[in-house]
């Protein structure tokens, strides 16, 4: 069979022959295949109504009478019993990682001493129970003070209560009086009197918790963050920053207890 070339005309094709079946030539437009053709004729099917019957639509397989063929209503079927079956698996295993993450703690208070305690030049540490009903390691270590009206606005409170873990990666920091710094142990970040970050890795500076005083004793309730302004934040997790986009990088938990 001799290649065809472009725009030779189809073998067979005639110049002015008769059309194919069901073509119709139409003067005006371009030769194609040595006849006048449309460039796209396409079908009109407006105002068609499809026909139900498979039969009618000449569907393959297609019995007398029936509107859905049995491959499709099969398909159907099969299609519909994965999504089940999928659901049936999927959907329990993500409440169960889900749920969590949507479940709001309740604020816990703890008593940590009388007022009279806490000195506003220096930290006391104490060690209470962040989280009950779950033995040893639900404690935790805090550094208090009194409010220092030099460098503590009075949102404050009468008592500031640090938190002891490191902002970095969770490492226990301490206190170090002599030097009026919070230090890390485990890669040498380095806190301020107030807990700002001075040196080292910490994206940002030392939690804290919320105190108040009641019955003649200060309690210390829900943690929070705070930035560089020690403005306060719902408390993030270690290595999360709160300063400029950090604070919409990483969102607070849906699952953190109210502050009051
Ligand atoms: S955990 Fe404290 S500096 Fe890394």
């Avoid at 079946?21 to 068609?48: H, N, Q, S, T």
């Avoid at 970040?189 to 040196?199: I, N, S």
């Avoid at 918790?209 to 309730?221: I, K, L, S």
Wanted: aromatic share 10%.
């Amino acid at each position: 069979m001799p290649p065809r070339t472009a725009g030779a005309a189809r073998p067979g094709a005639d110049r002015g022959g008769p059309a194919a079946p069901g073509r119709r030539l139409v003067a005006g437009l371009p030769l194609v295949g040595g006849a006048r053709y449309p460039l796209c004729p396409m079908p009109d099917r407006r105002g068609k109504r499809q026909s139900p019957y498979t039969t009618d639509r000449q569907i393959a397989g297609a019995f007398e009478g029936e509107t859905v063929s049995r491959r499709r209503f099969m398909t159907g079927v099969a299609h519909g019993a994965a999504g089940i079956a999928t659901a049936a698996f999927g959907l329990p295993a993500l409440a169960f990682a889900l749920g969590p993450v949507f479940e709001r703690t309740q604020a816990h208070w703890a008593a940590i001493g009388r007022p009279e305690e806490f000195s506003p030049d220096t930290y006391t540490p104490k060690v209470f129970t962040q989280t009950p009903g779950v033995g040893q390691v639900g404690k935790t270590t805090v550094y208090v003070r009194a409010r220092k009206a030099e460098f503590d606005p009075p949102s404050s409170g009468q008592f500031i209560a640090v938190s002891s873990r490191c902002a970095h990666l969770g490492c226990p920091v301490r206190y170090v009086d002599a030097a009026q710094r919070f230090v890390c142990p485990c890669h040498g970040g380095v806190y301020d009197f107030l807990g700002k970050v001075t040196g080292g890795p910490p994206p940002r500076p030392l939690d804290r918790f919320t105190t108040r005083v009641r019955n003649g004793m200060v309690e210390v309730g829900p943690r929070f963050s705070v930035n560089y302004q020690l403005k306060a934040f719902s408390p993030r997790d270690p290595g999360e920053s709160v300063d400029g986009i950090g604070q919409y990088l990483y969102p607070a938990r849906f699952s953190t207890a109210p502050k009051k």
